[in-house]
T-cell receptor
Framework: LAKTTQPISMDSYEGQEVNITCSHN???????ITWYQQFPSQGPRFIIQ???TKVTNEVASLFIPADRKSSTLSLPRVSLSDTAVYYC????????????FGKGTSLLVTP | DSGVTQTPKHLITATGQRVTLRCSPR?????VYWYQQSLDQGLQFLIQ???????AKGNILERFSAQQFPDLHSELNLSSLELGDSALYFC????????????FGQGTRLTVV
């Protein structure tokens, strides 16, 4: 299974754009890159998934370079309610769609 | 609402006892995953089922077992409980045509006293 590395923590002010980068050097050809958000005492919530290039939805964008060895989750104009842990996962058919969560990035948004 | 239902929400039991946690996946999802999350710890993958068959196993203790039934609901059985088993237990479900997009339940908080 591909291992992911992401910063342990990040701080931001309200209204700023936040970019969280994840490294996954051993990503397999068929692996997806997926990001989840988790608030304390709640189950993780799916944010965005991509395979290559750029994906955007109503809450975030995911940038994936051509070599796919890293990815960046971009959260535009964060608010206090975006304070949470963000997990980057890689996986797909070859790994039986395993969902292996690392330690995640703890994002703190302050006024 | 994720569509994944876990029961019970809270459970308090004594050491040495046995409990069963239940998970009903989203309609149409064939995959079920179980995770354990202790206080201030990450999500530890326990086990994954797909359409009734075990697909992957993580760091699941021998005292723990699980199964997925023909109606696709799943149960996680925890026996000979120890204080250290106190944690949040999450279930997630997914469908293979969604890649690694999964939906998590709200969890069962188990307290062993």
């Amino acid at each position: 299974l591909a291992k992911t590395t992401q910063p342990i923590s990040m701080d931001s002010y309200e209204g700023q754009e936040v970019n969280i980068t994840c490294s996954h050097n051993n990503i397999a050809t068929n692996d997806y890159i997926t990001w989840y958000q988790q608030f304390p005492s709640q189950g993780p919530r799916f944010i965005i998934q991509g395979y290559k290039t750029k994906v955007t939805n109503e809450v975030a964008s995911l940038f994936i370079p051509a070599d796919r060895k890293s990815s960046t989750l971009s959260l535009p104009r964060v608010s206090l309610s975006d304070t949470a842990v963000y997990y980057c996962l890689v996986g797909g058919m070859d790994s039986g769609y395993a969902l292996n969560f690392g330690k995640g990035t703890s994002l703190l948004v302050t006024p | 609402d994720s569509g994944v239902t876990q029961t019970p929400k809270h459970l308090i039991t004594a050491t040495g006892q046995r409990v069963t946690l239940r998970c009903s996946p989203r309609s149409g999802d064939l995959s079920v995953y179980w995770y354990q999350q202790s206080l201030d710890q990450g999500l530890q993958f326990l086990i994954q089922y797909y359409n009734g068959e075990e697909r992957a196993k993580g760091n699941i203790l021998e005292r723990f077992s699980a199964q997925q039934f023909p109606d696709l609901h799943s149960e996680l059985n925890l026996s000979s409980l120890e204080l250290g088993d106190s944690a949040l237990y999450f279930c997630a479900s997914s469908s293979l045509n969604r890649g690694t997009e999964a939906f998590f339940g709200q969890g069962t908080r188990l307290t062993v006293v």
